[in-house]
C-alpha cells in the first residue's frame, strides 16, 4: 500500500490560517444586517410595522423639537 501512496506526488499550497485585518474588515462590512423587528412579528408583519416606526418615530418626537 506504501508502494502505491508513494507513486503519486501532491503539491498542496500553502493557505494563509489567518485572515488579514482588511479581509475581516471588509467581510464585516459586507455582511447582511439582520432585521430587529423580525423575531418579535414575523415575516408577515415586519414591512407594515417598519412603515408605521419610520412614521411614528418622528411625530412623536415633534414636539420635543418645537420647544422653544
Do not use: C, W
Amino acid at each position: 500500500m506504501k508502494q502505491h501512496l508513494d507513486a503519486y506526488k501532491v503539491d498542496v499550497p500553502d493557505f494563509p490560517r489567518k485572515r488579514s485585518r482588511a479581509d475581516r474588515l471588509l467581510r464585516f462590512l459586507t455582511s447582511p444586517a439582520s432585521n430587529p423587528v423580525e423575531p418579535l412579528l414575523g415575516r408577515d408583519m415586519t414591512a407594515v410595522v417598519g412603515g408605521s416606526l419610520l412614521v411614528a418615530i418622528p411625530l412623536l418626537l415633534l414636539p420635543l423639537l418645537l420647544q422653544p
